[in-house]
């Protein structure tokens, strides 16, 4: 199974406490293998009061926090019974699991706070393998020459027609293979 990235209601204010206490319980719990990464979706603004500037973290969806796990009954059971969690978003009750984010809307909101989706110290090195999932070359794999992060930008050299052919892609247009 793969992990994907899920909404998460909370008690509005209370978004910073939940996430502390999902990490500690994913920690207790043993669920570490399926509740990887859980984030306050946040951005920095400046304010201008009586002349001088201030810089001030705002939430971009109080109330919300996003989680990125493999969707298994321990790991929905752990997320839904953490205290200050009123549920999942995309989920239609009566027992029925919640729709993860596509990748697109989490590259999305996490460019915002200038992270990546992918866990590029992990998951992303030279000579790695990865599929494209959007742009001109969607569907296609690819191996990795260089990583940009500055730019999230990524060379590839994929098989195009029979030849090995090197592209340039952005970090948000590919996933793990």
Do not use: C
């Not at 009954?73 to 993860?100: C, H, L, Q």
């Amino acid at each position: 199974m793969d992990k994907q990235w899920y909404v998460v209601n909370t008690y509005s204010g209370h978004e910073n406490k939940v996430k502390e206490k999902l990490e500690m319980r994913a920690e207790s719990m043993d669920m570490k293998d399926y509740i990887f990464r859980v984030i306050v979706p946040e951005q920095k603004e400046i304010e201008v009061k009586d002349g001088v500037q201030k810089e001030k973290i705002k939430k971009m969806f109080p109330g919300y926090i996003l989680v990125e796990m493999v969707m298994s009954d321990e790991a929905w059971y752990v997320v839904r019974n953490t205290p200050g969690v009123t549920g999942f978003i995309g989920s239609s009750g009566k027992g029925a699991k919640p729709t993860p984010l596509q990748p697109y809307e989490v590259d999305k909101v996490l460019a915002n706070m200038g992270i990546s989706r992918l866990d590029v110290d992990k998951e992303l090195e030279v000579g790695a393998r990865v599929k494209i999932i959007a742009g001109p070359f969607t569907g296609m794999f690819g191996v990795i020459d260089s990583i940009d992060l500055p730019n999230q930008k990524i060379n590839l050299t994929v098989d195009l027609f029979g030849q090995e052919t090197s592209v340039e892609v952005e970090l948000s247009q590919i996933q793990i293979a």
